[in-house]
């Protein structure tokens, strides 16, 4: 029997693959988005527009009234709550409304879940660790987070939205599951997104010297956009609630110069001047590396796609789109 999915978030990275996954499958999805921090004339969202399957509704999550929705439709299997600029120099840009998307949104998200006996995921986020005094992030690690930065609208919004969440699943018994995404690229990422992958691959195309913040010796992992909708699913479609948020991303780490150097090696080996060196952001962490045990046990879910195959074809796409 075919689905009904909610998609908060699905003109964007990857709440448009969640969609599109679904939509291949036969599902109806319906997607909700107020372009604060996606494209309305992004080529994805105009595939997805013209599949019958896919209903669309212009709207902020923040003020989404469920009882509107009890009316135009019946029935929701489940719901994907992308709705959040993720974006640094976006949310940096937006402090107010990524906070209030994080903590009203996620309510009202929540609160259709209650009235549909959805399930929900929550796209929570590795931030929430803040700049980690440990070498990889298990989800017992409380984090160490700066309340009052730059980016406490992004990290401390998050945090209160899991509170939120594990409130209505342990008051209300609402199956909240809290994913936490760590670094995710590939197709279909905004070429202004402000992330180290897509930043070295446009600077790169468009003949641009790559900005290293720091030394570049900061370490991140990288996870596929794929093996992340893999995992997204699985945690929607499991069979029992977790009960414990879980970490979702790709366990190999790899410093921000390695990454660079990788980048120049696939576009332009040759040219000269590969990049210059910036001061380290505020609060920017200085390692990143999740525990997937969890996913691993529970979801029975791990990545498939090295780092090196999933940039040779994030460049691919890159290309089709600068």
């Not at 468009?206 to 900005?211: A, F």
Request: net charge negative; charged share 20%.
């Amino acid at each position: 029997m075919n689905k009904n999915i909610v998609v908060a978030g699905a003109a964007g990275f990857l709440g448009s693959h969640i969609s599109s996954h679904y939509l291949a499958k036969g599902d109806i999805v319906w997607g909700i988005d107020n372009f604060c921090s996606s494209d309305c004339d992004s080529m994805h969202l105009k595939i997805l527009l013209n599949n019958p399957q896919f209903g669309f509704f212009m709207h902020d999550v923040r003020t989404f009234d469920d009882r509107e929705w009890h009316r135009l439709y019946n029935g929701v299997d489940i719901i994907y709550n992308m709705a959040c600029p993720a974006s640094p120099p976006i949310y940096q840009s937006m402090p107010i409304e990524t906070i209030t998307t994080c903590v009203n949104g996620t309510v009202n998200m929540i609160k259709l879940a209650q009235a549909m006996g959805a399930a929900i995921v929550h796209a929570s986020t590795s931030e929430i660790y803040g700049d980690p005094n440990c070498d990889t992030q298990s989800e017992s690690y409380w984090g160490n987070v700066n309340s009052y930065g730059q980016r406490s609208c992004y990290d401390e919004g998050k945090r209160g939205s899991e509170a939120i969440c594990y409130d209505y699943l342990n008051k209300y018994n609402v199956d909240v599951r809290v994913a936490r995404i760590f670094n995710t690229y590939g197709s279909r990422m905004r070429q202004n997104d402000g992330r180290v992958v897509s930043n070295f691959i446009c600077q790169r195309l468009r003949g641009d010297k790559m900005t290293i913040y720091g030394d570049g010796s900061q370490t991140r992992s990288f996870c596929y956009v794929d093996d992340m909708v893999r995992g997204l699913i699985a945690l929607g479609e499991f069979h029992l609630n977790p009960r414990s948020p879980v970490n979702l991303g790709n366990p190999c780490k790899i410093t921000v110069r390695s990454l660079a150097q990788s980048v120049i090696e696939k576009i332009e080996p040759e040219r000269e001047q590969h990049y210059t060196l910036s001061a380290f952001p505020t609060d920017d962490p200085h390692t990143r590396c999740p525990d997937i045990s969890i996913a691993r046990q529970l979801l029975g879910w791990q990545p498939k796609i090295s780092l090196d195959e999933g940039l040779t074809r994030t460049i691919e796409y890159f290309k089709t789109v600068i």
